[in-house]
Structure formats: structure tokens, C-alpha cells
């Protein structure tokens, strides 16, 4: 799922391959569909409804994602804690996730220990993110949250779906940038997060917060060699998910939005961002 | 419940990390308890001296925490080579004459063998001498008469006014001078102790263990029977000054946490000292400290982040209160009471850190004003603090990240780009110096190996 009021205008880009959202004043929401535990692939647009700070809303469409193109902005922890075995199976997990995409999807790598360091940017050549994964190496501490939101915004830069997948022992130890900053950018960004996590996390920790701010999930591994398994999971998830556009009206241009996604079937539930930061016009204009 | 103690800290570059406490609260065996009775020998020293209570030092020779906790038995029953060989009047004599001669031939800062050779011995043995010589520096009455004696007198090279005056001064410091290089050289190589005596080690918010270092205390003890009293010695402050600034500037947080102890007992209104504990306690509530992985049925030593951080703020007031031209002071107080929440109260203590000539301590208070104003919604200023920060420092990632996300929540999603573009596109040519925020914990003993250096000429003074 994805919320996200387009604002917008045209981004600096960070590679030249890199396209940008023109402004529109739509709000897409990134939905993922789900009855008994699995995902639900066969709805129509007048399947969903939405509420936007309790107000209906005229659905423009819905899409299912499978055949839209990513862009996916992997987000690797390499501090100390992730040497060894758990690095290789790591990378084997990178590896085939990449070699599941098409030849329309994108993907870019972030990786952080002290520092966030781009790896490769948002790209259609897998071969540059593969060899960005060789060259990085474990070291130092985790910063966690300035890596997120690296990830948040060079996701930004695309106007393919943004997936962003992070993967850490959940464990920030070195960022500059705070959680709950981090949390509003998320609900100003459309992308989806998804993040894996080595171990299981405390019932407050960042990653939970974040993914269920962007209306991904979170998935916590306790065998790293699950990993490749885990990573392709993800994907398939994301592909199965909807996108549904509308145009709000009847709701005050700024601030929060709280979002209510509904899907009028027995059994189906929706998992959703749960709203979306918007300014006014004239906020914007300053 | 058993519970592990183990005293956190961070290895940040894994060199070293992390204490261990049950020096800080556990009912610890001393292993002295029959040393008392056994000491004296041919050197006199009688059943009545007081023996030191080494409880609070950790001084037990072996027992991991658990067992420490669980079986708070004597300690001489777990010690590394047996007891009996300890009541020995003979090897006691032997192990003192040995020490001794190692602090003859020591000359501060060498690792010669002699040194090394105390480094090999197990914390049973390093009690001998030391407990011998610091009763005899007791001024007691046994002790005078101890020290009356030609075979001491020549056993210990005094003069002639040092054995009159019962001044050991001069032997306290050359073995606290050898006990410190031991640690500080890396020559202390004892025996692994039958049951632990290890120490948590934090590296990336993951455990690991060492042995256990033992030497700085077998130091402080000897500087405690400084005459006429450690408060009044200036060697004795410069000694912890600069030992704690050695630990701190090494990660090694559990041993600063004691030597600032210590320290402020001796010298309650120091206003390094002071500012020394307020570094240590703004350190452990740092993430490095707070987000860490513990195994089950664990925990730190130190608390959680809000206690840290006012007890940090306590010791940064007081030793401002003492010295107000501080700047590095008044810099960690700003940022502490930033943390506390009181970002008017952050700003003012920051500004008087501002006018700091050097570049490092500028960057850091402008990066924290930068925040402060931040959370005043002083957007423009905090740019301006940022950008200044930025300017100091061009391949720091810390002002970037801000200046990014400034503009992101301004909506301002092209600036957040571009400021996020200069992070990326400037490679890291240092993992620990392009941003001096990454070396923040270390930055007020950045003059430590200086310090080291006084000391080491002080001391070797002192041999002369």
C-alpha cells in the first residue's frame, strides 16, 4: 500500500536515468488484499472503498501491481553484526531477488554502518546493484534510521512503484537522524516498506514503526539462510498488491489524513498505510 | 533470580570494550581474609593492621557473574594456583622482592621484561606486594616499626628520610606507574581464571567477552596510601586525569566508570574530573549503549537513557560551576539538556560553546543548535546552523542528513534531494574522521595520549 499525496514538483535527479513525478494532486494508496492469509489477486475497482478523514471518496481505479514496474531500493545493513554467514546468505537473497525482476523494474542499493553509502542508484542494470553488494563490506555500527530515510527519499525519485526493502538486525546504534522525524517523512512518502529483521524485535522498535507507517510489513528471521526465500516472498507480496487513485475532495487540503481502506468482500482485509501528511496550496507555494 | 551484570560499552572500532560490575555491587570475595593473619613474616607487619577491603574493586581472582552472585564464597577458594602457596612466608617474600625489582627497572611508557613478567601474574600474587606495601605507607604504628627495621629498609632501597619519615611515596607511584603501563601496553597476560572473570563486551549492539583487566586497580590502591593524603598530591589528579582520559578515549567505559569513582572522592570539586563523569554518563545513553542486545535474564550496569542523561547534566552543572569558561562543558550540556527536552535552555548553553576556536567543538554546537532551533521551529536559523556545520566539515554526513530532512518536512522534496545527492556523491574516505559526530564520545579526550605523556614524565621523575 501506498498513500501518497503527489505533490509535486520535478525532482534533482540523482542519476540520469531517473524520471520524476509530475505534480498531480492525486493521492495513490498501496493496498494489499489479503483472505485467509493470503493475498487476494481477482478484485475490481468498485471492490474498494476509501475514507479519507472519514469522508468517501471517488475511487479513480484500481490496479493490481503485477503489471506495473518497480523500483526497488534495497537497504542493507552492513555493520559488524552482519559478518560471516549471515552476509552471504544476504547477498544469495539480493541476488535472486534481482533476478526475479523484469526488464522495466529497477532497483538501487543503500548500504549504512557508520556511514549511508549509495551502493547504486535506481537502475535497470541489475549487474551495477550485484556489483555494489560484492564490494560492500561489514564494518562499525548501524545507522538505521539515516539509512531509511535515504531510502525513503531516493524511492521518491521514481515514478514506478517505490519499494523499499530494509533489511538489519532492527538495531540503530549511530544515526544522526531521529525515529520519529523519520516517521513523518514516511508519511509524506509514498513508497512501501518492507523490512527483515534478524531475531525478533521489541514490541517498539523503528523498523515496526515504520513499516506499519508505509503500510508494509516486517518479517523477523530467525535462520539467515531463510533469507533468499524471505526476500522473493516480498516481492511477490508487493506484486500482488493494488494501487487505488483517487482525487480528494470534501476533506481540508492540510495536514494529517486519516485513511480507511475497505474492501466490500466477505473475508478480504486490507492492509494499508494508515494516513498521510498533506499541505495546503500555499503552504506548498512558500 | 540469577542475573548476569554485565557493564556495557561500546567497541565502536572493536578494539576494546566494555567492563564487567560485579565490582560495582555484588558481595564480592576479597581473597584477603587469611592474608591478614599470614601477612607478617619476617617483615613484622602484625596481625592488627587493617586490610584494605577490596570488595568494590572486583577483587576476586575468578567466578563469572553468575557464580559471583550465586556463591559469594571466599574467593581464595576459586584462586588460579591454589592458597597454600599464598600463606608461604617464603613466596610472599619472593613474589615482593620480584616487584620490587621490576619497579626498579621500570621506566614509564616501556613494556621491559620485567613488566610483562608482573603482567603474567594471577590477582592472588598482585595482592602480595601491593597489600604489603600499602600497609606499611598506613602510618600505623606496626607499620613504623616495620619500617624501622634495616631488613625493610633495605629490602625497599629507602633513604634514610623516607624511612624515618615512613614516606613511600616514591614506591607507591613507581608501582602504580608499572601497575598502569601494564594495562595501558597491553602486558597484562594472566592465566584465564578457572570460573570467568570476564567481561561484556558491546560491539555493534552485540555481546561478546574478555578477560577481565585488573592492573588500574592494583594502581589506584597504591595512589590511595599516597602521603600525606591523594586529595593533596597533584601527581595523583594528574594520574586520573589522564587514565581516564586514556579509558574513555579507548571505549573502555566499565574501568572509567571506576576510576571516576574513585576520583571524585579524592577530589569532589574538580571540574575535569566532573566533566570526565559527565562524558562517561552522556556516553552510556547514547544508542551505542541503550540499543543493545542482551542475552536473556542480562542486564547493563548503568541506566537507561533519562537517568543517564541527568545524571550527565548534574556532573556537566557542577563542573561548569566550578570553571564557567568551559566551552566543551557548556557544548555537552546543551546538547544533553536538548536530549532532556528543553531546547530554550539547550540553545543559551549552546551559544556559549559557539564562540569555540576550535573547528571540532564549532561543528558539534552547530550541529546541536542546528537541532534545537529545529524543535523550536526556528526553521531558518537551523539552516543556517547546519549549513555552517556543513561548511566545517564537507564530507560529514550528520549536517547533510539534517539539512535533507529540514527540507523534507518542509515539503521542499528537491531540497531534500540535493542535500541527500552531496552525501551520496562525496565518498567516504574514513569511516571514523569524515564526521567528527561519529567520534563525538571521543572528542574530549582527544588530548589523552598527551596526558599519558605528563604523566609518564612526572612519574619517571619520581624514579629519579
Not at chain 2, 592465566?191 to 570467568?196: I, K, M, N, R
Not at chain 2, 542475552?295 to 561548569?320: D, N, Q, T, W
Request: overall charge positive.
Amino acid at each position: 500500500m501506498s498513500a501518497v499525496f503527489i505533490a509535486a514538483a520535478a525532482l534533482a535527479a540523482v542519476s540520469k536515468e531517473h524520471t520524476f513525478r509530475v505534480a498531480a494532486e492525486e493521492v495513490r494508496i498501496d493496498v494489499l488484499a489479503i483472505a485467509d492469509g493470503r493475498p487476494v489477486t481477482d478484485l475490481k475497482t468498485a471492490d474498494f472503498e476509501v475514507l479519507d478523514n472519514g469522508v468517501r471518496q471517488q475511487i479513480q481505479y484500481a490496479t493490481l501491481q503485477r503489471k506495473m514496474p518497480v523500483a526497488i531500493t534495497l537497504v542493507f545493513d552492513m555493520s559488524a553484526s552482519v559478518a560471516g554467514e549471515l552476509l552471504v546468505h544476504l547477498r544469495n537473497a539480493a541476488y535472486e531477488l534481482l533476478a526475479d525482476l523484469g526488464n522495466e523494474d529497477r532497483a538501487g542499493l543503500i548500504t549504512f554502518n557508520n556511514a549511508v553509502v549509495l551502493g547504486s542508484p535506481l537502475t535497470r542494470d541489475l549487474a551495477l546493484v550485484r556489483q555494489a553488494l560484492e564490494r560492500a563490506r561489514p564494518f562499525g555500527n548501524s545507522s538505521l534510521i539515516d539509512a531509511s530515510y535515504a531510502g525513503l527519499v531516493l524511492a521518491e525519485t521514481q515514478s514506478d512503484l517505490p519499494l523499499v526493502i530494509i533489511f538489519s538486525d532492527g538495531r540503530d546504534t549511530f544515526s544522526w537522524l531521529s525515529g520519529d522525524s523519520v516517521l513523518e517523512t514516511a508519511k509524506r512518502s509514498d513508497a512501501v516498506v518492507y523490512a527483515v529483521s534478524t531475531g525478533r524485535l521489541p514490541n517498539k522498535t523503528f523498523l515496526k514503526d515504520l513499516v506499519e507507517f508505509s503500510g508494509g510489513s516486517l518479517f523477523e528471521v530467525e535462520m539467515s539462510k531463510n533469507l533468499p526465500a524471505m526476500f522473493l516472498e516480498i516481492l511477490d507480496e508487493f506484486r500482488r498488491r493494488y494501487l487505488v487513485t483517487y482525487t480528494p475532495t470534501g476533506v481540508a487540503e492540510s495536514g494529517w489524513h486519516k485513511l480507511d481502506v475497505r474492501v466490500k468482500r466477505r473475508g478480504v482485509h486490507v492492509r494499508a498505510r494508515p494516513g498521510y501528511i498533506r499541505k495546503s496550496r500555499e503552504e506548498r507555494a512558500r | 533470580m540469577i542475573l548476569f551484570r554485565i557493564f556495557v560499552s561500546l567497541n565502536l572500532a572493536g578494539l576494546v570494550l566494555i567492563g564487567a560490575l560485579q565490582a560495582f555491587d555484588f558481595p564480592q570475595p576479597s581473597g584477603l581474609s587469611n592474608s591478614q593473619k599470614d601477612f607478617g613474616g619476617r617483615w613484622g607487619v602484625d596481625d592488627g593492621m587493617r586490610i584494605r577491603d577490596c570488595r568494590r574493586e572486583g577483587a576476586a581472582p575468578g567466578g563469572t557473574y553468575r557464580a559471583a552472585a550465586a556463591n559469594p564464597a571466599p574467593a581464595k577458594m576459586q584462586a588460579p594456583g591454589g592458597t597454600e602457596k599464598k600463606r608461604d612466608s617464603s613466596y610472599r617474600r619472593e613474589k615482593i622482592e620480584e616487584w620490587l625489582a621490576a619497579l626498579a627497572a621500570h621506566k614509564p611508557g616501556r613494556p621491559e621484561p620485567a613488566a610483562a613478567g608482573i603482567g603474567r601474574w594471577d590477582e592472588g600474587d598482585l595482592e602480595i606486594p601491593v597489600d604489603f606495601v600499602t600497609k606499611l605507607a598506613s602510618g600505623s604504628s606496626s607499620a613504623k616499626r616495620t619500617l624501622a627495621r634495616a631488613s625493610t629498609r633495605r629490602l625497599l632501597h629507602l633513604t634514610d628520610q623516607e624511612a624515618r619519615e615512613g614516606n613511600l611515596n616514591r614506591i607507591l607511584k613507581q608501582g602504580a606507574m608499572l601497575h598502569t603501563d601494564i594495562a595501558l601496553l597491553g602486558l597484562e597476560k594472566r592465566p584465564p581464571p578457572l570460573l570467568g572473570g570476564q567481561m561484556g563486551v558491546f560491539a555493534d549492539g552485540r555481546l561478546g567477552m574478555q578477560p577481565k583487566k585488573v592492573h588500574w586497580k592494583f594502581a589506584r590502591r597504591l595512589l590511595d596510601s599516597v602521603s600525606p593524603s591523594p586529595a593533596r598530591d597533584p601527581m595523583v589528579r594528574k594520574w586520573y586525569i589522564a587514565t581516564t582520559a586514556h579509558m574513555l578515549n579507548q571505549r573502555l567505559l566499565a574501568y572509567a566508570g571506576r576510576n571516576i569513582e574513585r576520583a571524585l572522592e579524592i577530589f569532589p570539586s574538580d571540574d575535569k574530573i566532573l566533566f570526565y563523569a559527565g562524558v562517561l554518563h552522556e556516553t552510556w545513553a547514547s544508542p551505542c549503549n541503550q540499543n543493545i542486545l542482551l542475552p536473556p535474564l542480562s542486564e547493563v550496569i548503568y541506566g537507561s537513557k533519562g537517568p543517564e542523561l541527568k545524571r550527565a547534566r548534574h556532573f556537566f552543572r557542577e563542573s561548569i560551576a566550578r570553571n564557567p569558561d568551559f566551552p566543551e562543558a557548556h557544548l555537552r550540556l546543551g546538547r544533553v539538556l536538548g536530549l532532556l527536552g528543553t531546547p530554550q535552555q539547550a540553545v543559551a548553553e549552546l551559544q556559549l560553546a559557539a564562540p569555540a576556536k576550535d573547528p571540532q567543538l564549532l561543528y558539534y554546537a552547530s550541529l546541536f543548535l542546528g537541532r534545537e532551533c529545529e524543535m523550536l521551529s526556528r526553521r531558518t536559523d537551523a539552516r543556517n546552523h547546519y549549513q555552517r556545520a556543513a561548511s566545517l566539515y564537507p564530507a560529514a554526513q550528520s549536517p547533510l542528513f539534517a539539512l535533507s530532512q529540514l527540507a523534507h518536512s518542509g515539503d521542499d522534496a528537491e531540497g531534500a534531494l540535493v542535500a541527500l545527492q552531496r552525501i551520496f556523491e562525496s565518498p567516504v574516505r574514513d569511516f571514523w574522521k569524515d564526521d567528527p559526530r561519529w567520534v563525538y564520545d571521543l572528542a574530549p579526550v582527544r588530548d589523552a595520549d598527551q596526558l599519558i605523556a605528563e604523566i609518564y614524565s612526572l612519574f619517571g621523575e619520581v624514579a629519579q
